[in-house]
C-alpha cells in the first residue's frame, strides 16, 4: 500500500478517471451497436451523435485516434448502404 498522502490522492484520483472512462466507453459502444441494428432513417438521425461520442474518446484518449477514424468510417460505409 501507499505511504505518501499524494499517492493515496493519485490511487483515488486514477480509480474515478478510470471508472468514468469505462463509463463513457461502454455507453459509445451501446450507440454503436444500437446505430448498426438500426433502420435507415434512425441511423442516420444516430450518426452525428455517435461520431461526436468517438471523437470524444478519441481527444481524451480513451480510443486511439486511428480507432476512431476506422470506427467512424465503417459507421459512414453502413449508414450509407442501408
Do not use: C, F, W
Not at 499524494?6 to 478517471?17: C, D, P, V
Not at 446505430?35 to 480510443?63: F, H, Q, T, W
Amino acid at each position: 500500500m501507499a505511504n505518501h498522502k499524494s499517492a493515496l490522492k493519485r490511487i483515488r484520483n486514477s480509480e474515478a478517471k478510470r471508472l468514468r472512462n469505462k463509463y463513457q466507453h461502454k455507453t459509445t459502444r451501446n450507440a454503436i451497436k444500437k446505430l448498426r441494428e438500426a433502420d435507415k432513417g434512425e441511423a442516420e438521425k444516430l450518426y452525428p451523435s455517435v461520431v461526436s461520442m468517438i471523437d470524444k474518446l478519441a481527444k481524451r484518449n480513451i480510443i486511439h485516434s486511428n480507432k476512431a477514424a476506422n470506427l467512424k468510417s465503417k459507421l459512414a460505409k453502413h449508414v450509407a448502404a442501408l
